[in-house]
DNA sequence: CAAGACAGCAAAGCGTTGTG
DNA sequence: CACAACGCTTTGCTGTCTTG
């Protein structure tokens, strides 16, 4: 995991709970928090603390590392006030933070991520309920919501082909219940794109049709399969990759 | 009329270039 | 490596037309 030119196995795995939670990262953040949780073994603890640097980042997103730097740096310094929303059947809202800890080690273009503890429970000892990925299919998505939506539709596309999720939660779930108040902007702005780049760059081709009461569009179904080609690709069963690779 | 589609404006974000 | 500046993209909103 430590080889920089290597991440085409990489893999994103995080808990369903966490995939479903409502919480807003820009493109630099997101990506700053992917790659650390790739490095995550899920299935044991780990320790918390995650070094980046602005090679092994920019070769995971295919940017020049000259320009790495400044977008891990403000990445960074965002990230500290970032949190995640989970909310519960009863109405519940809980907020947790994604770093204990975030620093940019100026002179060296590295960054060190120490995971806040409550976040863990997301990202480590996952047995079931978790979705995985490999970080190379979300590497060239430019839009942070269509990288949520693909963690969104890939947690579901083993079990399904496809869901159905109300335009309410999943606004909450990009954490935009106050924006887009008309569907046209939303359809716009952040289903056409993210559909988009999901077909073009990632192992699911997707498409969705509206659900409307009366003329308002209530519910979104989202319609998915995997791509044929990438199947050839070294993406083993998940659960099984999970369970007996490297475990000893 | 209410809600969607479409065009366009503006701010923020992202990637690049040039400079030191 | 850092910083300033530029240009393209993404994101959010408004005006206006279209539609059932």
């Given at each position: 995991m430590?080889?920089?030119?290597?991440?085409?196995n990489w893999k994103v795995t995080k808990s369903n709970e966490l995939v479903k939670a409502g919480y807003t990262l820009s493109l630099n953040e997101q990506r700053l928090i992917l790659f650390c949780i790739a490095q995550i073994d899920s299935r044991k603890p780990f320790s918390r603390i995650k070094a980046v640097t602005a090679a092994a980042f920019a070769a995971a997103y295919t940017l020049e590392t000259r320009h790495a730097y400044e977008a891990l740096e403000d990445a960074t310094e965002r990230l500290w006030n970032r949190e995640v929303k989970t909310r519960f059947e009863d109405g519940r809202v809980e907020k947790v933070r994604w770093v204990s800890k975030a620093t940019y080690d100026r002179g060296n273009g590295r960054v060190?991520?120490?995971?806040?503890?409550?976040?863990?429970p997301f990202l480590t000892l996952l047995n079931e309920?978790?979705?995985s990925y490999d970080l190379r299919y979300i590497s060239h998505l430019t839009s942070t919501y269509a990288i949520r939506v693909y963690e969104y539709l890939k947690q579901y596309v083993k079990l399904r082909s496809s869901i159905r999720v109300t335009l309410v939660d999943f606004k909450e779930m990009l954490e935009l219940s106050d924006s887009?108040?008309?569907?046209?902007?939303?359809?716009?702005?952040?289903?056409?794109?993210?559909?988009e780049q999901i077909n073009s760059h990632t192992d699911l081709?997707?498409?969705w049709v509206v659900i409307r009461e009366?003329?308002?569009?209530v519910a979104i179904e989202f319609r998915f399969t995997k791509a044929s080609q990438q199947e050839e690709l070294p993406l083993l069963p998940v659960v099984e990759d999970l369970d007996e690779s490297e475990a000893a």
């Open positions: 430590q080889h920089v030119d290597d991440i085409t060190t991520v120490n995971f806040s503890p409550e976040i863990l309920r978790f979705t887009y108040m008309r569907f046209a902007n939303f359809k716009a702005r952040i289903l056409v794109p993210a559909v081709r997707v498409s009366q003329r308002s569009v």
